[in-house]
């Protein structure tokens, strides 16, 4: 589920993450995380049902456009390690 093949952003062009009304104030830290929980979140249940995780594509992107790479990183880390405090 996190190996380094499904951290690469898919090909194609993106452009920034449409609004979302959730998160209507300049600070984006929370889209970040949440969108960053909702990605793991459809991969895994993704893959309980077999199914392809294209549909999850949409997460990857946003995190990946409004997250700090740092922050990434430690979550992924913390994943792996069974630390992350995030309920996935």
């Known amino acids: 589920m996190l190996d380094a093949d499904s951290q690469k952003p898919p090909k194609g062009k993106w452009s920034t993450p449409p609004f979302d009304p ?3 104030n300049q600070n984006q830290t929370q889209n ?3 969108n960053f929980l909702d990605y793991h979140r459809c ?3 993704m893959n309980r049902r077999g199914k392809s995780t294209q549909p999850c ?3 990857f992107r946003v995190f990946h456009s409004l997250c700090p ?3 990434v990183q430690r979550w992924t880390d913390q ?3 069974g630390t992350f405090a995030g309920k996935i």
Request: proline share 6%; net charge positive; charged share 20%.
């Open 43 to 45: 991969v895994k249940r």
């Open 69 to 71: 790479m740092s922050w």
């Open 32 to 34: 970040c995380y949440q």
């Open 22 to 24: 959730r998160f209507p």
């Open 79 to 81: 994943i792996q390690n």
């Open 57 to 59: 594509e949409y997460y």
